[in-house]
């Protein structure tokens, strides 16, 4: 299986740029996006010394801003492994049958999800808001698609960086929205 790498520097939405010998230009079209409950790599394996990711009261692990953070900035990408639809849906079957809670799945289109669940980076944490102080959009890089998280409105130190897990395609069960917006939409939905 391939992993997207991250390589990316701050720069800012709809500004086609270079970095290094990769180019990075943000598709216009909306994404999809998938998630599963899957067993979640544990934390301390992400973890490089530096900051453990925040324990929410009531969406697990999360992430938060070690920095200001300028709208429109590029924060992180959704890395991961890429997998194809049928291995998507073998462990989305596991996941079902071991009852779990937190998905880690991106659908970024037809065989190229992007699971986060077993190998990935800091974006894993990142929760859903309705209220969200990021974007997660779709870029063509060297024509390859990637996944980057974009700063939606500026961010300070110590805040919470979410952004709204709401697109096209979702799966896996209902869930109860703990966002704490005052437009929570009360809970997030998956087909
Ligand atoms: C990509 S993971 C985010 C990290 C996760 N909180 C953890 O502990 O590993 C997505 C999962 O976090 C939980 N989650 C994220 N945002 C939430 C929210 N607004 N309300 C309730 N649960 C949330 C859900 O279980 C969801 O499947």
């Given amino acids: 299986m391939d992993t997207v790498i991250l390589s990316l520097k701050s720069y800012r939405k709809n500004i086609p740029i270079t970095v290094g010998n990769e180019a990075f230009r ?3 079209l909306p994404h ?3 998630e599963f409950n899957i067993d979640p790599i544990k934390k301390e394996e992400l973890d490089n010394g530096t900051e453990p990711p925040p324990y929410t009261q009531y969406c697990g692990w ?3 801003a070690l920095e200001a ?3 429109d900035d590029f924060v992180i990408e959704f890395v991961g ?3 194809d639809d049928e291995t998507c849906e073998e462990r989305l079957e596991d996941m079902r049958r071991r009852g779990d809670k937190n ?4 659908k970024v289109k037809k065989d190229f999800v992007i699971d986060a669940t ?3 980076n800091d974006c894993r944490f990142f929760n859903h808001s309705c209220e969200p102080n990021c974007q997660l959009q779709k870029w063509q890089v060297n024509g390859k698609t990637r996944l980057g998280v974009f700063a939606s409105k500026a961010i300070e130190v110590g805040e919470p960086l979410t952004y709204d ?4 395609q979702h799966y896996g069960p209902e869930i109860e929205c703990f966002c704490g917006a005052q437009n929570c939409q009360g809970n997030m939905s998956y087909v």
């Fill in 32 to 34: 999809t996006f998938q």
């Fill in 26 to 28: 943000r598709l216009p």
């Fill in 103 to 106: 998905f880690y799945m991106c």
């Fill in 81 to 83: 492994e890429v997998i």
């Fill in 118 to 120: 077993f190998k990935g």
């Fill in 165 to 168: 897990y709401r697109f096209e």
């Fill in 62 to 64: 999360g992430s938060r």
């Fill in 69 to 71: 953070i300028e709208k």
